[in-house]
């Protein structure tokens, strides 16, 4: 959208948008890498579409509903809370909580019909109850801790564990996973070990007579790149989203990004030498510098310390952060990039012109990973769809 204002022409967000920073999602692109992945994994894979933490920072229902047009049967979430908003906007294919799910939500569960992740007896017990109580089945998926040393029944008691479970009446146990600690290295050794561990518990689960239908191993990385992995079920988190897993998993040709973050510039002047900028006077001018403001900052996910984003883009030109990020607005140095002016579009993840800001970037600058970059983008930034 395009308007004129009395000085130039300038690119601003829709006009119903709260505030002029504002994430820009292209549900295409993730319908489309569903669709790249169900190429990859073959028709008779089925594909979770993890939506987990707001689908990543990207807006849970819509990315939803976009997952499931690309082909997606089944959902991951983190808990049971994210369930419910999904049923709310429409979203009625089945959902399994990969995170810890109290007893104490049994009946919650069974009435909504949710999967649950399982991994004790004391929540099987519960969930068996609450499914003889309430006349419908409690479905769930057990858990392996193959060597990620977080939830999950330890490969030598799962198949007892397994069958104690299938005992239970009302209880489904619809699916048997695991997750990968380290799929996104180059070195697939710990991962292959991983996987020898789930077979030798899936062996041993079938010898008893007892078959489960949904098995499922492989994240992005996994999927990608240990095509055994793949058993019938995949979960596909970050790929989804045209990310790649790691510097060493990069994405096959076709992925898009969908995520885009702007905002607009809100003031532009000119400081003279030894001006000092923002809070704790940690920047100071070292002649005159044009300084502009722009109206984001760390409520918005935008990271103050113990580093920041470094820089963002204003006219295709990169121009760094000044002084320390603030709750609401950050100082960026525009000296260099002529005709900087207010309502200007600053690009602060994405393209613009000749160059980009991709979250690998800005999470090397952060010394984290581009996951927790998204993620952290918080949910008072306007999410639109384009």
């Known amino acids: 959208m395009w308007t004129v204002n009395h000085r130039m022409e300038t690119k601003v967000p829709p006009i119903m948008l709260s505030r002029p920073t504002w994430l820009e999602i292209d549900v295409n692109a993730v319908s489309d890498n569903v669709r790249l992945v169900q190429e ?5 894979v089925q594909i979770m579409a ?13 990315i939803a509903h976009a997952a499931v047009a690309g082909g997606a049967t089944m959902l991951g979430v983190a808990c049971l809370s994210e369930t419910y908003l999904l049923r709310e906007g429409g979203i009625d294919v089945p959902m399994l909580v990969l995170g810890y799910t109290p007893a104490w939500q049994a009946d919650e569960v069974v009435r909504h019909g949710v999967r649950v992740t399982l991994f004790d007896f004391q929540t099987a017990t519960a969930l068996s109850q609450a499914a003889c109580s309430l006349g419908q089945p409690a479905y769930v998926h057990i858990k392996v801790d193959t060597g990620m040393g977080r939830l999950g029944v330890l490969p030598d ?19 048997v996973f695991t997750h990968f600690s380290v799929a996104d290295e180059a070195d697939k050794g710990y991962t292959y070990w991983q996987l ?6 899936l062996e041993a689960v079938q010898a008893r007579g007892i078959h489960v239908p949904l098995v499922h191993a492989a994240n992005s990385a996994a999927l990608l790149t240990v095509p055994e992995s793949r058993f019938n079920m995949v979960r596909l988190g970050i790929a989804m989203y045209g990310l790649p897993p790691s510097g060493e998993t990069p994405l096959p040709s076709g992925f898009r990004r969908a995520l885009t973050w702007k905002t607009l510039v809100a003031q532009v002047k000119t400081l003279p030498p030894g001006s000092f900028v923002s809070y704790g006077n940690t920047y100071r001018t070292r002649g005159a510098e044009r300084i502009a403001v722009i109206p ?11 580093t920041h984003w470094g820089n963002v883009l204003v006219h295709g030109q990169r121009a760094p952060i000044v002084g320390r990020v603030c709750m609401d607005q950050t100082m960026i140095n525009v000296t260099h990039i002529p005709d900087v002016r207010q309502d200007d579009e600053v690009v602060l993840i994405g393209r613009q012109g000749d160059d980009e800001i991709t979250p690998d970037e800005v999470a090397v600058h952060l010394g984290t990973i581009s996951y927790e ?12 769809v384009v």
């Open 157 to 175: 008691e799962a198949p007892d564990f397994v069958e104690m479970v299938a005992r239970l009446p009302g209880i489904e146990v619809e699916g």
């Open 196 to 201: 020898e561990r789930f077979r030798g518990v």
């Open 40 to 44: 990859i994994v073959g028709p008779h």
């Open 296 to 306: 984001v900052g760390y409520a918005d996910g935008f990271r103050r310390a113990p």
């Open 50 to 62: 993890v939506v987990k933490a707001n689908a990543y920072g990207h807006g849970l229902q819509q």
């Open 373 to 384: 970059v998204i993620s952290e983008i918080l949910a008072r930034v306007p999410r639109i």
